[in-house]
């Protein structure tokens, strides 16, 4: 007997509906669409495909009964990574959690949006629909910066000089980096970059800094359940730029989501390291998450403002900053998710309390990350700014 879909379920299929009505895809087959990618997972087994396969290829014909079922306006494949990632959180953190109605959608925000189901005191937690491709060849550009080891693995840069002379002289990182921050921006989908083929080196770095990030994100969820944040404060969400996607969105105080960002972190090291000694890309992974969010932040409102992110850089501030806009009073602190240099200086603080003797590893490669990442940047900016003068104009999800 099919167990009927609960309230908060029935919403978010709701939601999920108005959206792709709004975005002219209501007429999508999305189990013609699943269908047409079981066949391509089949044909990928039997020319001996490299990529995931086993219980994850599984998963994906066959969920797992306790996954609820996607809606008709959602991604399978999303859904099927979303639900995936929740196994491997849980698995990794003590519990029990009751898992949250966890969903995907266009947000125009790479941060969860919590929204609250409509005369209950449920909710539900979208991610960004495109955050999984976005991740992806985000964390493949900045693979394409950093040095090989002497292994012929990826090692981390220690001086910033040397990480500038690294990423000027990586052609390809730079190209790759403009590519899908571009597409994202101005289409609202990473998959308009071209398409490319890298080694397995930047495939291998890229992989295993996308598996720290994604289950940063989801972590941080269940950090607000482990903690058992409650918010009575409700703001209004509007997506698409379109006054008929109005919804109510519940916003945590942003010592709340510090809290959570500790449990999301944790998340991240448990899932990527092994018995033997923890991960490097972990912690890596979390922060290069809150860095992607920052490029982006940075490009939309260079885009709509003609100026950068206001408070964008860690490197302009100092620990105690950090401890001051992290003791500040909560009701002031509604409404948006810290800055992320905040939220990085806060994971580093709890790196450093929690592995004392190998901390220093961990911050320098942190700090040759951020790096990167900012000289990436800044060889970017300009290109936004040629555009907004141009005339052109980001994706609606951005509005």
Same mark, same amino acid.
């Given at each position: 007997m099919t167990k009927e879909p609960s309230r908060a379920l029935r919403f978010l299929w709701d939601v999920q509906a108005e959206v792709a009505t709004a975005r002219g895809k209501r007429g999508f087959?999305?189990?013609?669409?699943?269908?047409?990618?079981?066949?391509?997972?089949?044909?990928?087994?039997?020319?001996?495909?490299?990529?995931?396969?086993g219980d994850v290829l599984d998963r994906f014909r066959n969920p797992p009964a306790h996954w609820p079922p996607a809606g008709p306006h959602e991604d399978r494949g999303i859904h099927q990574l979303i639900h995936s990632l929740a196994d491997t959180v849980e698995e990794h953190l003590t519990g029990p959690f009751a898992r949250p109605v966890l969903g995907s959608l266009a947000t125009g925000e790479i941060n969860a949006v919590t929204l609250r189901v409509p005369g209950s005191s449920e909710h539900i937690v979208l991610f960004e629909d495109e955050l999984p491709t976005y991740l992806l060849l985000f964390s493949k550009a900045v693979a394409y910066a950093?040095?090989?080891?002497?292994? @012929?693995?990826?090692?981390?840069?220690?001086?910033? #000089?040397?990480?500038? &002379?690294? %990423? +000027?002289? /990586?052609?390809?990182?730079? =190209?790759?980096?403009?590519?899908?921050?571009l597409a994202y921006l101005l289409h609202g989908s990473?998959?308009?970059?071209?398409?490319?083929?890298?080694?397995?080196?930047?495939?291998?770095?890229?992989?295993?800094?996308?598996?720290?990030?994604?289950?940063?994100?989801?972590?941080?969820?269940?950090?607000?359940?482990?903690?058992?944040?409650?918010?009575?404060?409700? @703001?209004?969400?509007?997506?698409?730029?379109?006054? #008929?996607?109005?919804? &109510?969105? %519940? +916003?945590? /105080?942003?010592?709340?989501? =510090?809290?959570?960002?500790?449990?999301?972190?944790?998340?991240?090291?448990?899932?990527?390291?092994?018995?033997?000694?923890?991960?490097?890309?972990?912690h890596i992974g979390a922060e290069l998450f809150l860095l992607a969010c920052e490029v982006l932040e940075n490009a939309r409102n260079l885009f709509t403002t003609g100026a950068e992110a206001p408070d964008a850089s860690a490197g302009t501030h100092t620990h105690a900053d950090a401890d001051a806009d992290a003791d500040a009073d909560a009701d002031e602190r509604n409404g948006s998710h810290p800055p992320a240099w905040l939220r990085r200086e806060m994971l580093r603080e709890t790196l450093t309390n929690t592995f004392t003797e190998d901390s220093d590893l961990y911050v320098e490669a942190a700090q040759s990350i951020e790096e990167t990442v900012a000289v990436l940047w800044e060889h970017t900016a300009p290109l936004v700014e040629e555009l907004r003068r141009t005339g052109h104009t980001p994706d609606a999800r951005w509005t």
């Open positions: 087959d999305a189990e013609r669409a699943a269908s047409l990618m079981h066949v391509a997972v089949d044909k990928m087994n039997l020319e001996g495909f490299p990529g995931p396969r950093l040095p090989k080891a002497g292994d @012929g693995q990826t090692a981390f840069a220690r001086s910033q #000089d040397r990480v500038r &002379d690294i %990423v +000027e002289n /990586s052609p390809e990182a730079l =190209l790759r980096f403009r590519e899908v921050v990473p998959n308009r970059a071209p398409q490319y083929f890298a080694p397995s080196r930047i495939n291998h770095t890229a992989v295993h800094l996308l598996h720290a990030m994604e289950c940063f994100v989801l972590g941080h969820e269940y950090g607000h359940i482990a903690a058992g944040h409650l918010s009575e404060k409700v @703001g209004r969400r509007r997506l698409l730029g379109d006054e #008929d996607l109005e919804f &109510d969105e %519940v +916003e945590w /105080s942003w010592q709340q989501e =510090l809290v959570a960002d500790q449990l999301g972190w944790r998340a991240a090291l448990l899932t990527t390291s092994s018995e033997e000694e923890p991960s490097l890309y972990g």
